[in-house]
């Protein structure tokens, strides 16, 4: 997992990472934890059973991360909102990622603070 800070340029992180054969989804930044979740389940298409909490979206990754065929790359873009509104929240889902990005040798994490 890397952390990026707030002067990057997601284009072309994006480009890169689909040149070295990545596919790429972002979730953009929310400033609450509620508005967080709702962002990743709805850039990563997630099932309607989804709980809008952290086990929930740990399983949820976890599964997506199975079921990928080649690299995957997730880019959560303006983290540093969740840090200053919640960093309790923002830690949390920080935890979920690493954890992801530490299973599945496949998946790719990016963090972009800003």
């Known amino acids: 997992m890397r952390v990026l800070g707030d002067k990057v340029d997601l284009e072309g992180l994006i480009a890169d990472a689909v040149e070295e054969g990545r596919q790429v989804q972002v979730v953009h930044g929310a400033p609450t934890k509620a ?3 709702e962002a990743f389940s ?3 298409n997630f099932p309607e059973w989804f709980g809008m909490n952290l086990d929930a979206l740990a399983d949820c990754l976890d599964t997506l991360a199975r ?3 080649g690299d995957w790359e997730i880019v ?3 983290a540093a909102e969740l840090r200053r509104t919640d960093p309790r929240a923002a830690t949390g889902i920080e935890s979920v990622l690493a954890e992801l990005d ?3 040798p496949s998946v790719h994490v990016t ?3 800003r």
């Open 35 to 37: 508005a967080t979740l």
């Open 42 to 44: 709805e850039a990563l």
């Open 67 to 69: 079921d990928s065929e």
């Open 76 to 78: 959560w873009d303006g």
């Open 102 to 104: 530490e299973d599945h």
């Open 111 to 113: 963090i972009i603070a």
